[in-house]
């Protein structure tokens, strides 16, 4: 199982899975980080991009509303 990694501002959290249990847990955990920031600066929503089927990102965006998640797929 791959663990996620931050980008160097802490903003956006990748996540590689190799199961999906682990796959699970692991957005799971990624959101719950980037909602803790989102909270914080309270002017920004959480867009999870799915860029294949192992392989996402969780992110802060602009384009999202505080208090939203949204989801694409780059694939």
């Given at each position: 199982m791959a663990g996620?990694?931050?980008d160097s501002n802490g903003l956006a959290?990748?996540?590689t899975a190799t199961d999906r249990g682990?796959?699970?847990l692991q957005l799971d955990e990624a959101v719950a980080a980037?909602?803790?920031t989102a909270?914080?600066?309270r002017r920004r929503g959480i867009i999870v991009t799915r860029h294949g089927y192992d392989s996402f990102t969780v992110a802060l965006s602009d384009a999202v509303a505080f208090g939203l998640?949204?989801?694409?797929?780059?694939?």
């Open positions: 996620p990694t931050k959290i990748t996540v682990s796959m699970d980037v909602m803790a909270m914080c600066e998640t949204r989801e694409q797929h780059e694939w």
